[in-house]
């Protein structure tokens, strides 16, 4: 059986630290992670038709919840309502962010 073990020395009284076993994946990641993929697809005319972000909702302090789909023709809605569906979800959790990397 192993152990991780290591100690901390706090700089200052009364300070406030936080330690994570996985890195952190914030919403501001995920925003510009999304752009990215926006801009790669302005960049490249094949990702135009595959790729769409939309607004799924407001979350309760108030961040956007996202819904990317992505498809062939994604525009297209007379196709895209015959297709079936296969739906991925990450991060239910405040401390899940690992799922936000494997999403």
């Not at 995920?30 to 135009?48: T, V």
């Not at 108030?62 to 062939?72: A, H, K, Q, R, W």
């Amino acid at each position: 059986m192993n152990t991780l073990t290591f100690s901390y020395t706090f700089e200052y009284d009364n300070d406030i630290v936080f330690f994570s076993y996985f890195q952190p994946y914030t919403y501001e990641d995920l925003k510009d992670y999304i752009w990215s993929l926006e801009k790669r697809k302005d960049e490249c005319a094949p990702l135009r038709n595959m790729l769409k972000v939309q607004k799924l909702c407001d979350s309760i302090q108030g961040n956007t919840c996202y819904v990317l789909t992505v498809s062939e023709n994604v525009n297209d809605m007379q196709a895209n309502s015959q297709k079936q569906v296969i739906m991925m979800t990450g991060r239910v959790h405040p401390g899940e962010a690992n799922s936000s990397f494997m999403i």
